[in-house]
């Protein structure tokens, strides 16, 4: 697998993630697409590790998300089970493999300072810093998506699902929405991405 991660990450990222990888005991293994999560690490019980990433990021996405499953291993190997998954212990070890990365012959230089500001701190999910999830989709495939944010108030939209919602209003940083169905409320980030229903 390893040889095959050139179709999906920038070119000249290859020989820094091919030194982070080589560990006889890590398989790398690129899944369809998952609606919830663009990537997973799991320690098997065969005493394997294992890294899946969805086959559908673009270049950029694909390479943050690897080395963010990449660090799991890692701070799994260096401190145990113990640790939070996404605890102090992680994010100094993304911080720490990510940075040789940050430079502007992988990534272009707009999205490099929003990713230096990223890793200040960085998340258990890219998509929950805004501004950086909404750059990064400006590389994905053309698609018949609205950003959340676009869309009216009182306008009919679904999601991946197929859940209808309408739109209510912005709160301080999330948008509420009403579950046609049900009644309930929901918040969605700016960056989801839905199917306005257009009305007759």
Same mark, same amino acid.
């Given at each position: 697998?390893q040889?095959? %991660?050139?179709?999906?990450? &920038? *070119?000249?990222?290859?020989?820094?993630? #091919?030194? /982070? =990888?080589?560990?006889?005991?890590?398989?790398?293994?690129?899944k369809?697409?998952?609606?919830?999560?663009?990537?997973?690490?799991?320690?098997?019980?065969?005493?394997?590790?294992?890294?899946?990433?969805?086959?559908?990021?673009?270049?950029?996405?694909?390479?943050?998300?690897?080395?963010?499953?990449?660090?799991?291993?890692?701070?799994?190997?260096?401190?145990?089970?113990?640790?939070?998954?996404?605890?102090?212990?992680?994010?100094?070890?993304?911080?720490?493999l990510? %940075?040789?990365?940050?430079? &502007? *012959?992988?990534?272009?230089?707009h999205? #490099?300072? /929003? =990713?230096?500001?990223?890793?200040?701190?960085?998340?258990?999910?890219?998509?929950?810093?805004?501004?950086?999830?909404?750059?990064?989709?400006?590389?994905?495939?053309p698609?018949?998506?609205?950003?959340?944010?676009?869309?009216?108030?009182?306008?009919?939209?679904?999601?991946?699902?197929?859940?209808?919602?309408?739109?209510?209003?912005?709160?301080?940083?999330?948008?509420?929405?009403?579950?046609?169905?049900?009644?309930?409320?929901?918040?969605?980030?700016?960056?989801?991405?839905?199917?306005?229903?257009?009305n007759?």
């Amino acid at each position: 697998m390893q040889s095959k %991660l050139i179709h999906y990450i &920038p *070119e000249e990222a290859l020989s820094k993630v #091919l030194k /982070l =990888l080589d560990h006889d005991n890590l398989v790398i293994k690129v899944k369809g697409e998952r609606k919830t999560k663009h990537g997973d690490y799991r320690a098997l019980s065969s005493g394997k590790h294992q890294i899946t990433i969805n086959s559908n990021l673009n270049k950029y996405r694909f390479l943050i998300t690897l080395i963010h499953e990449i660090a799991h291993f890692e701070a799994f190997q260096n401190y145990g089970r113990q640790i939070k998954p996404h605890g102090l212990e992680w994010k100094r070890t993304f911080q720490h493999l990510m %940075l040789p990365f940050l430079n &502007p *012959e992988i990534f272009p230089n707009h999205l #490099l300072s /929003l =990713l230096a500001n990223h890793f200040k701190n960085p998340k258990a999910s890219s998509d929950t810093d805004v501004k950086l999830a909404l750059s990064l989709k400006q590389y994905d495939a053309p698609n018949n998506k609205t950003y959340i944010f676009e869309v009216a108030p009182n306008t009919i939209f679904k999601i991946y699902n197929g859940k209808m919602f309408k739109m209510l209003k912005k709160r301080v940083k999330r948008y509420e929405c009403v579950e046609i169905e049900t009644g309930k409320l929901y918040l969605f980030n700016p960056n989801a991405e839905v199917e306005v229903i257009k009305n007759k």
